[in-house]
């Protein structure tokens, strides 16, 4: 439960990315998110449902 006021967005909401940080790992690249969102480097995520959001980062034009 989000204890922020005002409250951090759901996980399943489309604004889900503007949940506050609570933990990164550089290592991995990876930042946990209070509404229990993964949120990798390059922009994909897993949801708390186990739900699974490609990333969606331009394509480098060069490859």
């Known amino acids: 439960m989000c204890p922020h006021q005002p409250r951090c967005p759901d996980a399943e909401a489309s604004d889900r990315e503007a949940a506050r940080s609570v933990h990164r790992d550089d290592r991995v690249g990876v930042v ?6 993964l949120l990798w480097d390059d922009t994909g ?3 708390p449902s186990g739900r699974i959001i490609p990333p ?3 394509m480098d034009s060069a490859a």
């Open 32 to 37: 946990e998110l209070c509404n229990g969102v």
């Open 45 to 47: 995520e897993l949801l």
């Open 56 to 58: 969606r980062r331009p």
